[in-house]
């Protein structure tokens, strides 16, 4: 059974950092490329960094380039998203999520809230 459970998030100032991670089960983690997307109040989710097999690639949205860092670690596991410098409009549910067997599997959500 396919699982991603993240952890991390929270409540946090602008300008500071936060470090989100997402542990991976039922299926062989290196073979999957491995996404976080965002979804604030009101808006579509949108995806916000993507890493590739072995690190082979990472991609950011534009709005997170040069602050946000994301990383996986195939022996450990899980995911990390590292988030510094943070604003206000980074406040939103965060989601781990990747594309297994032919479905689409997603975390459970954690909340970042940055508080002005």
């Known amino acids: 059974q396919v699982q991603l459970v993240q952890s991390g998030g929270g409540l946090v100032q602008t300008g500071g950092s936060l470090r989100l991670s997402c542990a991976a089960s039922?299926?062989?983690?290196?073979?999957?490329?491995m996404n976080w997307y965002r979804q604030a109040p009101g808006e579509e989710r949108d995806l916000v960094a993507s890493?590739?097999?072995?690190?082979?690639?990472?991609r950011y949205a534009d709005s997170v380039k040069g602050r946000f860092t994301i990383s996986r670690d195939n022996a450990k596991n899980p995911v990390y998203r590292e988030m510094n410098i943070l604003k206000p409009e980074d406040t939103a549910v965060y989601y781990c999520y990747s594309y297994i067997y032919g479905s689409d599997y997603w975390g459970q959500g954690t909340q970042v809230t940055v508080s002005s």
């Open positions: 890493i590739g097999l072995d690190n082979s690639f990472t």
């Open positions: 039922g299926f062989t983690f290196s073979h999957y490329i």
